[in-house]
């Protein structure tokens, strides 16, 4: 898993240092300062769901299963908030300020490293959901802790890479 | 652990039905299996790569020659280097990384045997998606067929406007796939080496291919993943209408060079260092000496490993950077020949004084050391960034990067495949055959290649599909073509010799080479749980210990 994440970083950084390199380049607008918010709720869901996924993990190495799976669940239910919160910021975009891929830079390199994120969290719901199905079903016991920390890492992953992600875009490429 | 391998049963003399036997191999996830089907894969891509070198030279044995069209030409340097570079050096490295890498460190298989096959067939269809370009290249637009737009396919020769049709993308998808199957393989070589070696085979007593294999894994998760970045904007910008390249939208073509080349540099080293790794167990083996200077071999590999990250854009010199980054890529490109010559130094230590056997794989390193170490000092001339000014895009890089290419890494490759047979086959292959090759080959390496530097020199620039008679290239370009077909003689006589010694060859035994690594120590070819005990070592060289209670290494190390 570490290497997987080596390899995760090494092609998000090449789509941070294009979005990076493009900041201010776009010939045409709507520039970033013009139509982002900072999603400061959703961001704050994403990250939180870092510490519930440590507790269930936690619980789960201790053997309480029913505990573990209240805490997963919420780390699935933050989950899918962020997710929520990206799909209307890209509703707002398209529908109301006209920022499509093809726009302009912006718009094609904001897409493509959110959307990138976006992705991983996508694959992170699916899988926490097949784990929590197997928790519902009375398939996971305690043996289980070690890969599902493995999945853990995976998420944490998912979510320091937003932290840069949130200071590229609404921080420094604002 | 045992220098007899222990028989536990006899194997059942009826074979399997063929179609049990297919549907074994192509759901199998032996590491063994599964290195042999990356060789087997890679070696008929060879041919394909070797027919379409084969096609350009015959275009280019004389001026204004019409043997194809320009676009086929084209299309056939673009499928030439890819198809060498990702479909067959890239699986055969693979294949005897996952071959022996578990064999050495003593496991009885991969970490991941599931992600493993998993890679295989990943590379698999990449490469068979990139040929099937030829058919349906010509998409909706009726226009191109193959991929032709060079290996590293620069901007903005790969925007629609440019290259309509399919081929642009046949090219990037078979590319995104394949790596995806590099990455996977080269997770599952380093956690197999950080977490499965024997008991007592510390990092410091493991084999030196392992480490190199090591340092390999590391350089592909940190290249070829920029590599499927960049080909995932293109296809945003190719198909989503992106502008990550399009330079009309304030878009960069040289972010596309960058991105490229911070692949593509370290690449070069994913391939070379393999070709390090076979050397490094071959020359010892038949010079009768232990490697010298094992810890300075892992830290130059090592060195090798991070340098190799900082030089991408000394490809880069002519583009127009700024001085200072011109500065600092010719001195990391100085920097990187340093490990690599005291490589050649501790190959020639290990040499010096020794008992030399000159068998086939012990001549192919020997030729691997002179043609590396020229391919390095051509390297370092243009290395130098006035000098590159001058020779950029010329076939004196061409004969450069094919010396690299060739000379070092497929020579080893060869020396490997021979070494290995055994091992593999159970038999042994054929030496006076094995010889031949050689010599073919090394005629018809440096006809091409030594010559190649010349009409380079000269001015004549690289992907040209014809030229005017007269300005001195004529005879040059003859002796390349000729030299070529030296080549081909070579690499035909091999595979007979490979398929000739599976059938008839005599039967090797376990150990053939009185060798000291820990896949001698098993039957040939290996069980499919490699040791029925699981070894245990105390030094570098664990079959010595065994062969030689009275004096065993562990007692100097």
Redesign the interface.
């Known amino acids: 898993m570490y290497?997987?994440i080596?390899?995760?970083s090494?092609?998000?950084?090449?789509?941070v240092v294009?979005y990076l390199?493009?900041t201010g380049?776009?010939?045409t607008g709507p520039q970033p300062r013009d139509v982002l918010s900072v999603p400061v709720f959703f961001t704050i869901c994403l990250l939180s769901s870092s510490l519930t996924i440590h507790f269930a993990v936690k619980f789960l190495e201790g053997g309480k299963v029913r505990a573990f799976a209240l805490w997963w669940l919420l780390t699935i239910v933050l989950g899918a908030l962020f997710l929520a919160g990206t799909a209307q910021e890209w509703h707002r975009l398209i529908f109301r300020e006209g920022l499509t891929?093809?726009t302009?830079?912006f718009?094609?390199?904001y897409y493509?490293l959110v959307g990138?994120h976006a992705f991983h969290v996508t694959v992170g719901l699916i899988a926490l959901t097949s784990v929590s199905a197997f928790a519902v079903l009375g398939y996971l016991r305690q043996e289980h802790a070690e890969r599902v920390k493995v999945l853990s890492m995976y998420w944490h992953f998912v979510d320091v890479v937003w932290v840069v992600v949130f200071i590229v875009v609404y921080i420094v490429g604002r | 652990m045992s220098a007899e391998p222990i028989v536990l049963r006899e194997t059942s003399a009826v074979r399997p039905p063929l179609v049990e036997m297919l549907h074994e191999w192509v759901t199998t996830v032996d590491h063994k299996r599964l290195g042999i089907l990356y060789i087997i894969f890679a070696l008929m891509f060879l041919i394909l790569g070797g027919v379409e070198a084969t096609i350009m030279r015959i275009q280019l044995i004389r001026p204004l020659n019409d043997f194809v069209s320009p676009q086929v030409f084209n299309r056939m340097f673009t499928m030439h280097g890819t198809t060498m570079i990702f479909f067959v050096a890239m699986p055969l490295v693979f294949g005897f990384g996952n071959y022996l890498v578990p064999l050495m460190i003593g496991a009885r298989d991969m970490a991941f045997p599931r992600l493993n096959a998993f890679s295989f067939w990943m590379t698999a269809f990449g490469g068979l998606f990139l040929y099937f370009s030829f058919i349906g290249g010509d998409g909706l637009y009726g226009a191109g067929n193959a991929p032709d737009v060079g290996w590293f396919a620069y901007a903005p020769l790969t925007s629609q406007t440019f290259s309509p049709g399919h081929s642009t993308d046949f090219w990037t998808v078979a590319l995104l796939i394949s790596g995806f199957g590099s990455?996977g393989t080269?997770?599952n070589l380093?956690?197999t080496i950080v977490c499965m070696r024997c008991p007592g085979m510390t990092l410091g007593r493991m084999p030196l291919l392992a480490w190199m294999n090591l340092v390999m894994?590391?350089l592909v998760?940190?290249?070829?993943?920029?590599l499927?970045?960049?080909q995932?904007?293109l296809m945003?910008?190719r198909y989503?209408?992106?502008?990550?390249f399009d330079t009309q939208?304030?878009?960069?073509a040289v972010?596309w060079m960058h991105?490229f080349w911070?692949f593509g540099h370290p690449e070069v080293y994913v391939l070379v260092i393999p070709a390090f790794a076979f050397a490094s167990e071959i020359i010892p083996v038949f010079s009768r000496k232990a490697i010298f200077g094992y810890p300075v071999m892992v830290a130059a590999t090592v060195g090798i490993g991070f340098i190799s990250m900082s030089v991408w854009a000394h490809h880069m010199f002519a583009v127009g950077m700024s001085s200072n980054s011109n500065t600092f890529f010719v001195l990391s490109t100085m920097a990187i020949a340093v490990p690599t010559g005291i490589k050649i130094f501790n190959w020639l230590g290990t040499m010096w004084g020794g008992k030399i056997l000159f068998k086939v794989p012990m001549l192919f390193c020997v030729a691997f050391l002179f043609q590396f170490l020229i391919a390095g000092l051509t390297g370092i001339m243009q290395g130098a960034a006035p000098f590159d000014w001058q020779l950029t895009a010329s076939y004196f890089v061409v004969a450069h990067f094919h010396y690299v290419i060739v000379g070092g890494i497929l020579f080893t490759i060869f020396a490997a495949f021979y070494y290995w047979f055994p091992k593999a086959s159970g038999r042994m292959y054929s030496e006076s055959l094995g010889r031949l090759h050689f010599w073919l080959f090394v005629i018809g390496f440096h006809l091409t290649f030594d010559f190649m530097h010349i009409p380079g020199v000269l001015g004549m620039p690289r992907r040209i599909y014809t030229y005017e008679p007269g300005r001195g290239w004529d005879a040059w370009n003859l002796i390349i073509t000729i030299g070529a077909f030296f080549q081909a003689a070579g690499i035909l006589v091999f595979l007979y010799n490979l398929l000739w010694s599976y059938f008839h060859g005599e039967i090797a035994g376990s150990d053939p080479w009185d060798a000291w690594t820990l896949e001698w120590t098993t039957t040939s070819p290996p069980p499919a749980y490699n040791f029925a005990t699981v070894p245990e070592v105390k030094s570098r060289r664990p079959l010595w210990d065994l062969k030689h209670p009275e004096d065993p290494d562990w007692k100097y190390e």
Do not use: R, W
């Open positions: 290497c997987l080596a390899a995760e090494a092609i998000f950084s090449i789509f294009a390199f493009y380049k776009s010939l891929i093809q302009n830079l718009g094609t390199t493509s990138l | 990455i080269a997770i380093v956690t894994g590391g998760i940190l290249a070829v993943s920029p499927s970045a960049a995932i904007m945003v910008d989503l209408g992106g502008h990550f939208a304030g878009g960069s972010l991105f911070v």
